[in-house]
């Protein structure tokens, strides 16, 4: 069974960064290059909204906010993707979220536990 569990969250002020990170564990090797490594944050209240993607070929692509603030990246053979948060605003403050999506036979859709990243002044 495939785990992932985001870390790196926390409170930061306007303007600052934050690097979160997602690590898989379950048996599968290389699981970031048979699935795509995805990131999606949620407000109370709100629906899960999908914040950046990178595709098992290595394809990114953000959600208009995320755009030239955020980048997704990885590294199958550790099983870790990252969401690096530049420049962040007070709305950006929300619980990430760590997915994987697998079409590969035998593996499914899987997510973390999230992580909250807040930022106030």
């Known amino acids: 069974q495939v785990q992932l569990v985001e870390s790196g969250g926390g409170s930061v002020q306007p303007g600052e960064s934050l690097k979160l990170s997602c690590i898989a564990s379950g048996g599968i090797s290389g699981i970031f290059n048979l699935c795509s490594a995805n990131w999606f944050r949620q407000t109370p209240g709100n629906q899960r909204e999908l914040v950046g993607s990178?595709?098992?070929?290595?394809?990114?692509s953000y959600a208009p906010f995320a755009q030239g603030r955020f980048e997704v990246s990885r590294d199958s053979n550790k099983n870790m993707a990252w969401l690096q948060l530049n420049n962040l605003r007070p709305e950006d403050t929300a619980i990430y979220y760590c997915?994987?999506?697998?079409?590969?036979?035998?593996?499914?859709?899987?997510w973390g536990q999230g992580t909250q990243v807040t930022v106030s002044s």
């Open positions: 990178m595709s098992r070929r290595g394809s990114t």
């Open positions: 997915n994987a999506d697998c079409t590969e036979p035998g593996l499914s859709n899987y």
